[in-house]
């Protein structure tokens, strides 16, 4: 009788051990577009115009904060798919670059593209923003949203071409809590944390990583 509760107990055992390393290992999650080894890249953000009128640095927020994470990403995760990547164009030299040539904004990317003088373009186009709960506008609940379009267009070649896409890419801020949103958050609070939340789920479409807290959380 003793040998079999101590059977028991060692088998109990074991599975928890198992369980505990289990819980250990990392999950990662492969890059959505691996093309940007070796490349140089920049970040282009538009947005929608009724959005640059309340918010007229978001363009260079959400550049700025892949460029950063990319760059972090690259440093610290040293991953295969960001091994030799250069970043020579800043989120502030592509903005003032935008505002010099407002007749970009009637032309397809795969034709401003080449204009900016990279081998990868990373295009985001901000198409939808908000800090309020859908429920009034007016209200003091705050849930950040941002919804974006996502592309990569190769520069190389004769002629630039679009070789990663994934339209309504969306992150709400904070991920959890109320689904109506948060009281007194505020504006500015909200806003902060929905860039970084979506920044950091468009950096993680180009290198594997580890699967950590959802983005917006």
Known sequence: MRVVLLSSLLVLSGCQIFGIAAMAIPNMIPAAYTGLKGKSVAVYVWTDRAISGDWPTMNIDVASGVQKKLLAGQAEDKPDALEGTTFPVTPQSMALFQMNHPEIELQPITAVAPQVGVQRLIYIEIVGFQTRSDLEMNTNLFKGQIVANLKVVDCEGPQAKVVYEENNVTVKFPKKGPSDGVVNLG??????????????????????????REAGQ
């Open 187 to 212: 504006d500015g609070r909200t806003y902060i944390g929905t860039v970084d939340a979506f920044t950091t789920l468009v950096s993680w479409r180009f290198y594997r990583h580890e699967e950590e």
